[in-house]
């Protein structure tokens, strides 16, 4: 992973300032926040370790080592983000979690601190990024993937699940789906979420956050929303058999239900869902389409060389990809060779031919693949064989994001 460059250009950014290395912990926690947010960085972490303070950032869904700083600055820095995010200074011992005013960035950026051994960690969220993939043009889908679903969202009723490992980005595809409903129909759908937790406001939608504890859950809460008129429904997220149970219950009647659920991939989320006791007929009558997807790192078009042509790459299985070390000298990916990301995602549409009967019969994970692969949809695998070979990512991205499951990835 090349940090270097970034590791540069936070002390190139440091050094700027006018304490040059008597630096205050206010100006410090300034130049952070700038700098991170214009290297599209997602989250900040800041950890105490035994003789330093370290402070990564997290791009595009990988955390770099940005800089170390003298053990003595990081309570000092700490207290800092506390004051400006409203938190307690005094309380050390003690998780918090607060928002950075908005005087101090005009962004949203929320401040979690968190008690360890060698003193308080800190992680720093920052919603810059997001911001810019609300839409589903913006995802970074295939065209084939986005039009598959923006098919789906004329529906009217039915489920459209969408699943993925954790950090897969399910919930920003969920929200695009329901942005993207909201705009077409120019408010003549009544869209309502059910969510645990709401992670951001969506204009147009009656969104819910659960309270447990007062006996509202997603499956009671799915009930009580029927006798609210919804046109479209989002669930966030299936995790227990009677939140599926009421998600599939809804769609029957007259609603297009949009759920995340987590599962490795549509086959999986599928067998998942018949593990769970979910009736085979309820999802057969119900499910419209399950996707299932994974957030993989663009390769940067500036500075990774053209030269890595994708002929070379496909023909000669057994070399390693050439352009493996992306050089970065002052690019504005910041060396990493990456700029921002895309969205492999499959789909699969439950009227593929036999895949009605294969749920009927409750075929395990294996079957049911079978049953995919003989209709020609094309599984995340081949998907990401694709995106290797059109060059917009890179083989160790694909090691990274499917880890041992990529042996078959030339
Ligand atoms: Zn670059």
């Known amino acids: 992973m090349n940090t270097r460059e970034l590791e540069k250009s936070f002390a190139a950014a440091l050094a700027g300032c006018a304490g040059g290395a008597e630096v205050s ?56 983000l506390k004051v400006i995010s409203g938190l307690l200074t005094y309380r050390t011992d003690l998780p918090q979690e607060g928002r950075v005013a908005s005087e101090f960035s005009a962004a949203e950026v929320r401040v ?46 039915g489920v459209l699940l969408v699943t993925g490992p954790s950090s897969s980005g399910k919930t920003t595809t969920a929200y695009a789906l329901v942005r993207e409903i909201l705009r077409q129909s120019g408010g003549a759908r009544c869209v309502m979420t059910i969510e645990d937790p709401v992670e951001s406001a969506i204009p147009g939608a009656a969104q ?36 599926a149970e009421a998600t599939f219950q809804a769609a029957l009647t007259g609603h297009l239900v949009i759920a995340t659920f987590h599962a490795g991939s549509a086959v999986e989320a599928l067998a998942r869902l018949l593990e769970m006791g979910l009736e085979p007929f309820l999802i057969c009558s119900a499910l419209q389409m399950v996707t299932s997807q994974r957030l993989l790192r663009r390769r940067c078009g500036a500075c990774w060389p053209a030269s890595t042509n994708s002929a070379e790459i496909t023909s000669s299985s057994d070399k390693r990809s050439n352009g493996s070390t992306p050089v970065g000298q002052g690019c504005t990916c910041g060396g990493t060779g990456y700029a921002g990301r895309i969205v492999l995602c ?21 079957a049911l693949a079978e049953v995919a692969s003989a209709s020609g949809a094309l599984g995340l695998h081949e998907l990401a064989r694709l ?14 994001v499917f880890g041992g499951l990529s042996a078959d990835i030339p």
């Open 25 to 80: 912990a206010s100006e410090l926690v300034a130049v952070i926040l700038r700098e991170a947010a214009l290297h599209r960085v997602s989250d900040v972490h800041l950890t105490p370790e035994e003789t330093f303070f370290r402070m990564q950032w997290r791009i595009d869904g990988v955390l770099h080592l940005v800089a170390g700083f003298a053990s003595e600055l990081g309570p000092r820095l700490v207290a800092r």
């Open 346 to 366: 499959e789909s699969l549409a439950a009227s593929l031919p036999g895949m009605t009967e294969a749920i009927l019969r409750r075929a395990d994970v294996r």
């Open 112 to 157: 979690s601190t968190f008690p360890t051994l060698f003193g308080e960690k800190v992680a720093i969220r920052l919603f810059g990024e997001n911001s810019e993939r609300q839409l589903l043009s913006q995802l970074g889908l295939s065209e084939a993937a986005e039009q598959s679903l923006r098919q789906q969202l004329q529906s009217t009723s």
């Open 387 to 400: 995106a290797l070979r059109d060059g917009v990512t890179s083989r160790e991205e694909l090691l990274r």
């Open 208 to 243: 819910s956050q659960v309270r447990p504890a007062a006996g509202f859950d997603l499956a009671t809460g799915l009930k009580s929303m029927m006798r609210q008129d919804p046109d479209v429904i989002l669930v966030g997220e299936i995790r227990d058999p009677a939140t």
